[in-house]
């Protein structure tokens, strides 16, 4: 398996330009996440989803932020309109529920550089 | 609601000695505990985790963590350090009440192995 696949891996844009980060899960797992990680604020759980319907968002900073999951290996994380303060790394990961293997895989991360 | 903690930012050891990450962690039932490492540029990796039975868990690498219900703590040990053991390290905790996934990371702890 080629595991979690996020794309881009680098994103340099200027504040006020729209976002769209992919993430592609691990095939048959039925669980995704959206993290950032800054030096600030360490990695922080944005969204996740259960069979592509969002659990619990309570982590999205603000209504810039939105995430989509349109099928089970496709997923979305756009910002609009990209602000300074949104530069940061955004990591993917996906995990499959039964027998107690809740162990996430993470995706090689999004590096976002908002100017 | 649950938390978790790692009271070092930083731990220096040397190549050969015996090595301890701290973690401890706050929640309401039973948590489910893991430790992931993180490489330079990379996404995280999962090392171990402990969700019931023995309280001494063995993962990857060589590294190992005890449970300790009484002092909450998930420390992760390794008895003699590589200095390819050199990363970022994230202790989680999730609370396994309710089918929830959601899973809270610590602000991590960068070790040092000097050869």
């Known amino acids: 398996d080629a595991g979690v696949i996020q794309s881009p891996r680098h994103e340099v844009t200027e504040m006020g330009q729209e976002v769209t980060l992919r993430c592609k899960p691990i095939?048959?797992?039925?669980?995704l996440f959206w993290y950032r990680q800054t030096m600030m604020r360490g990695l922080e759980l944005l969204i996740y989803f259960n069979n592509n319907v969002p659990i619990d968002d309570s982590g999205m900073p603000e209504d810039r932020f939105s995430a989509k999951m349109p099928n089970a290996s496709f997923s979305t994380l756009k910002i609009q309109p990209s602000e300074p303060r949104d530069s940061a790394v955004y990591f993917c990961?996906?995990?499959?529920?039964?027998?107690?293997?809740?162990?996430?895989?993470f995706g090689p991360g999004t590096r976002l550089l908002v100017l | 609601a649950q938390s978790v903690a790692q009271p070092e930012d930083q731990v220096n050891v040397a190549e050969g000695n015996p090595l301890t990450v701290k973690c401890t962690y706050s929640?309401?039932?039973?948590?489910?505990l893991f430790w992931y490492v993180q490489y330079p540029n990379r996404g995280l990796q999962f090392l171990l985790k402990?969700?019931?039975?023995?309280?001494l868990v063995k993962g990857s690498y060589g590294f190992e963590a005890e449970f300790n219900k009484s002092q909450t703590s998930f420390h992760l040990k390794k008895p003699s350090a590589l200095v390819s053991d050199s990363a970022l390290y994230f202790c989680?905790?999730?609370?396994?009440?309710?089918?929830?996934?959601?899973?809270?990371f610590g602000a991590g702890t960068r070790l040092f192995v000097k050869a």
């Open positions: 989680a905790v999730r609370d396994n009440r309710a089918g929830g996934f959601k899973t809270i």
């Open positions: 095939s048959g797992h039925d669980y």
């Open positions: 929640v309401s039932g039973n948590p489910y």
């Open positions: 990961a996906s995990t499959i529920t039964g027998g107690g293997a809740q162990t996430q895989y």
């Open positions: 402990y969700i019931t039975g023995d309280n």
